[in-house]
């Protein structure tokens, strides 16, 4: 996610008025609300890690990108529906979901974590959430880790919306991607991670099944900016190293 797309600025968001749309744009769906890969500070800029990358992908395929907004448990069906062209959006590669969308290879190594508040003295682990009452956001695989641990689920539209309850007090505890954790931890007081990383994921582009051209352009373009070492780059810029 950079760098920043304004409104009616070289590349034409979608909505803005009477301005024409590339014929060639690649149109991509996003849940723009999970810091640091994904998100917007104002209306119609997009930022983060995973903006960014679709957006040199784009650049390595001669194709101005479109980004377009929506919650993440309508992503896969709005790419089924051609309502985008691909999605991107820490979206970790599941057989479950391969069965339905196409995965680029993958761009980024993930897993589950547990967050707590600071103050919390009895959460150590996956084993102490164990009749306790845990956050997840919708439709991830998150929300399938925390139904395996014997507590109480509540999903969550935005991981944002998680916090809040989690830091009034709500629930007990998050499970969430560790790097999107880790990063807001570090940013806002008042919460910490707790145990290991328990799953091993990795994050994908999704295309339609039928794109295999297209899924096949993706792929060499992902290539070519890990051999330059633009991943890496992306990494220390929104992960590691964020300002």
């Not at 996003?30 to 650049?59: M, N, S």
């Not at 919390?120 to 009452?133: S, T, V």
């Amino acid at each position: 996610m950079r760098h920043v797309l304004l409104g009616c600025v070289a590349i034409v968001l979608a909505g803005c008025g009477g301005a024409k749309v590339a014929p060639n744009a690649l149109f991509v769906g996003t849940d723009a609300t999970y810091r640091p890969f994904e998100f917007q500070e104002r209306a119609g800029v997009f930022e983060g890690y995973d903006i960014d990358l679709i957006q040199a992908i784009g650049k390595e395929l001669g194709r101005p990108v479109e980004m377009r907004n929506g919650p993440f448990n309508d992503l896969i069906s709005g790419l089924k529906a051609e309502k985008y062209d691909v999605i991107i959006s820490c979206l970790s590669i599941t057989p479950e979901r391969a069965k339905e969308i196409a995965f680029s290879d993958p761009y980024y190594d993930a897993g589950q974590v547990i967050v707590v508040r600071a103050d919390e003295a009895k959460i150590a682990g996956r084993a102490d959430l164990k009749g306790k009452k845990i956050g997840a956001q919708q439709a991830t695989t998150g929300e399938t880790e925390a139904k395996a641990l014997g507590g109480t689920v509540k999903s969550y539209e935005t991981i944002d919306l998680a916090f809040q309850d989690l830091a009034n007090g709500q629930i007990d505890a998050i499970v969430n991607d560790e790097p999107v954790s880790r990063w807001l931890v570090a940013k806002r007081p008042g919460f910490k991670l707790v145990g290991e990383v328990f799953t091993k994921e990795q994050y994908g582009i999704g295309v339609r099944k039928a794109d295999a051209a297209l899924l096949a352009d993706i792929n060499r373009a992902l290539k070519n900016l890990r051999d330059s070492g633009e991943l890496t780059r992306l990494c220390e810029k929104w992960i590691t190293k964020p300002q």
